[in-house]
């Protein structure tokens, strides 16, 4: 067995190996060293630094790709909500979830939310947005989540919920970005500065009116495929369609709704669909889920708190499946 002088001159000659300096030796310490400090020395000598937060911030870390942080995240989907545990075989909160997703790939980020929320880089926007970044929400901030890219995240939503992956439902008041950016081969310099939404508009090539989704979309923080989806089943993309109930137009709004919204013609596409966006963001952030926001949309706001879910019409029944099904024939 190898004395502790030894064992320090072997993370020594490690370091320099590696070109990390290695400060004045310390009789003191290394005299005290135990396996478990060796074994955190040897991992520092032989991996390099660790980005770390501990004092309420976080260095970039260009070695860790936002995908790889989807992917840390992505392990932990189903763990049920639980407010102040860090421990995944109990439960998480939303900013345990954030740490832990981190922590997996060796970065170190705060406990908190409102720490997270200063910690790397700044983003402007949810346009500028990339997978891995941390999106937080509010005022003080009371909520973060990772976002996926195309308007989603993942996060640790409430008490009585789990680990999920939902649609960006509101404007996040900060952006951070911890991570590094690893582009595909052949990315040009062009794509890589436009935004998310425009990056995921070719999933929209051919589908009417694409380019005006994607625009709304990253407007109002919607997903542009489930605007496509609604106006696909609302009026099989028929600008100039009226329901026997009188709703217009390619979203078809009802005039009193249109007007609510700011639409003064709902049969002019881009006006209808930029309609339809700013409602489906404002139920998407009021009842939180895709089918409750998605029968808010057909049947009023009113009738979903009234009823507690989905209301027991037979035209709403069938009308939050026909959405969904059409959201996933796009890819959504």
Not at 47 to 74: L, R
Not at 178 to 198: I, K
Request: with cysteine; aromatic share 6%.
């Amino acid at each position: 067995m190898i004395g502790v002088q030894g064992v320090m001159a072997r993370i020594s000659e490690l370091k320099s190996q590696l070109g990390i300096a290695t400060p004045p030796a310390d009789t003191t310490a290394a005299t005290a060293t135990s396996g478990k400090t060796f074994a955190n020395a040897l991992a520092s000598a032989t991996t390099g630094s660790t980005a770390s937060a501990t004092t309420g911030s976080a260095k970039t870390s260009p070695a860790v790709t936002g995908d790889a942080v989807v992917d840390a995240a992505k392990k932990y989907l189903g763990t049920k909500y639980v407010f102040g545990s860090t421990d995944p075989a109990k439960g998480l909160d939303c900013s345990a979830l954030v740490q832990r997703a981190y922590k997996d790939l060796g970065i170190d980020l705060p406990r908190t939310s409102g720490e997270q929320a200063e910690v790397g880089t700044k983003v402007n926007g949810l346009a500028d947005a990339k997978p891995g970044d941390i999106l937080a929400f509010d005022s003080p901030v009371d909520h973060v989540a990772i976002y996926l890219g195309n308007n989603k995240m993942i996060a640790a939503p409430k008490p009585g919920d789990h680990v999920k992956i939902q649609s960006v439902y509101e404007t996040p008041t900060h952006i951070r970005r911890v991570t590094g950016t690893a582009e595909a081969p052949g990315a040009t310099a062009a794509a890589a500065v436009r935004p998310a939404s425009l990056q995921n508009s070719g999933s929209l090539a051919g589908v009417p009116y694409g380019d005006m989704f994607v625009k709304a979309g990253a407007k109002y923080g919607v997903s542009p495929k489930l605007l496509a989806a609604v106006a696909k089943v609302e009026s099989g993309y028929n600008p100039k369609a009226v329901s026997k109930a009188g709703a217009q137009g390619l979203m078809q709004l009802m005039p009193a709704t249109a007007k609510g919204l700011g639409v003064d013609n709902a049969f002019d596409p881009q006006q209808a669909i930029n309609g339809a966006a700013k409602l489906l963001s404002s139920h998407l952030k009021e009842f939180k889920t895709l089918p409750l926001a998605l029968a808010a949309y057909n049947a009023g706001g009113g009738n979903v708190h009234k009823y507690g879910g989905i209301p027991p019409f037979a035209e709403t029944q069938a009308y939050v499946p026909k959405v969904q099904k059409a959201l996933a024939a796009l890819g959504g």
